[in-house]
Nanobody, 123 residues
Framework: QLQLVESGGGLVQPGGSLRLSCAAS????????IGWFRQAPGKERERVSC????????EYADSVKGRFTISRDNAKNTVYLQMNSLRPEDTDVYFC????????????????WGQGTRVTVSS
């Protein structure tokens, strides 16, 4: 059974950068598309980005295009989210999630979730 663990969150000033990692174990990582989602208290969980199982297809929310980059290293069973030019509105708990093969924009289609890592953008 696939398990996901996020890391890399923290406190950063506006304009700064962070790199989140999503480490997988317990199943064949290369079968899974991985999505990054974020959620603030009282708000819907929204998808930030996604990468297909082979890494050839990536998708981004309009709010992060040009600032965030998703990548994966299947040899290390890890997906990364490089976040640059961070803004206070990027403050959220970030989750990674897995589904077979292709990305979906709908969180309901992701069957495995990590526990989340908190990102705070503040001066």
């Amino acid at each position: 059974q696939l398990q996901l663990v996020e890391s890399g969150g923290g406190l950063v000033q506006p304009g700064g950068s962070l790199r989140l990692s999503c480490a997988a174990s317990g199943s064949t990582f290369g079968y899974y598309a991985i999505g990054w989602f974020r959620q603030a208290p009282g708000k819907e969980r929204e998808r930030v980005s996604c990468i297909s199982n082979g890494g050839l297809s990536t998708e981004y929310a309009d709010s992060v295009k040009g600032r965030f980059t998703i990548s994966r290293d299947n040899a290390k069973n890890t997906v990364y989210l490089q976040m640059n030019s961070l803004r206070p509105e990027d403050t959220d708990v970030y989750f990674c999630a897995a589904r077979h093969f292709a990305c979906s924009r709908y969180k309901e289609y992701y069957g495995t979730w990590g526990q989340g890592t908190r990102v705070t953008v503040s001066s």
